[in-house]
């Protein structure tokens, strides 16, 4: 079954405690990417990747790193969380030079930063 | 920066009537796609609106493309509860950035 995978699905954490969610996706994407969402603001872009070894930033990059070692990875790293990245965040993939393509999109993290 | 604003950011509407939200966007973009999102769950794709005076529609819903008022629309006809969502449109800018932007997001109710 296609599908873009996330891990942990529910994190409750501490300020400063170093944490990653992963994302995999088995479809073959070139394309990957990390929003965040809340309330009255929509999906943000935190970091996308075009492709293995190629990531750039998003809207708001602050705070978080990324990394595409293999193509069906793209774990999104917090190196010392805060109280504001409490958030829902998703993972998505997509083929890039296919016009008709969609996002496909991870069922999501919920992230708790107290 | 390009800007995604949606309208309205909330609507009740009762079953049978039709109803149009809207997308407008600041800046030239490539690719318009509309997802829908139930509470609690994840984002699912519904349509992707390519060029101008593109028009796609699946069920009772329509999506629409006008790329020189930078508008879109997504048209529900005859509304059912099963519709009751939030509807997000984002934008990407494929040759300058490949960045994609969301909308704020409307969320619907039907009521039966």
């Known amino acids: 079954e296609a599908q873009v995978t996330q891990n942990p699905r529910y994190l409750i954490t501490v300020t400063g405690k170093k944490l990653t969610v992963t994302c995999s996706q088995n479809?073959?994407?070139?394309?990957m990417s990390w929003y965040r969402q809340d309330p009255g603001l929509g999906l943000r872009q935190i970091y996308y990747s075009m492709n293995v070894e190629v990531t750039d930033k998003g809207d708001v990059p602050e705070g978080y790193k990324v990394s595409r070692k293999e193509k069906r990875n793209f774990p999104l790293i917090l190196e010392s969380p805060s109280p504001n990245q409490t958030s829902l965040y998703f993972c998505?993939?997509?083929?890039?030079?296919?016009?008709?393509?969609?996002?496909?999109f991870g069922p999501g993290t919920r992230l708790t930063v107290l | 920066e390009l800007k995604v604003e949606q309208n309205p950011l909330f609507l009740s509407m009762q079953e049978g009537k039709n109803y149009t939200i809207y997308c407008n966007y600041s800046t030239t973009s490539d690719r318009l796609y509309w997802y829908r999102q139930d509470p609690g769950k994840s984002l699912e794709s519904l349509f992707v609106l390519l060029s101008n005076g593109a028009v796609k529609q699946e069920g009772r819903l329509m999506a629409s493309l006008d790329t020189k008022a930078r508008l879109s629309t997504l048209h529900i006809t005859a509304a059912v509860h099963d519709l009751s969502a939030t509807y997000f449109c984002a934008v990407d800018r494929m040759n300058t950035g490949n960045q994609f932007y969301f909308g704020t997001g409307t969320s619907l109710t039907v009521i039966p």
């Open positions: 479809m073959n994407h070139e394309y």
């Open positions: 998505a993939s997509s083929f890039w030079e296919s016009s008709t393509d969609t996002q496909y």
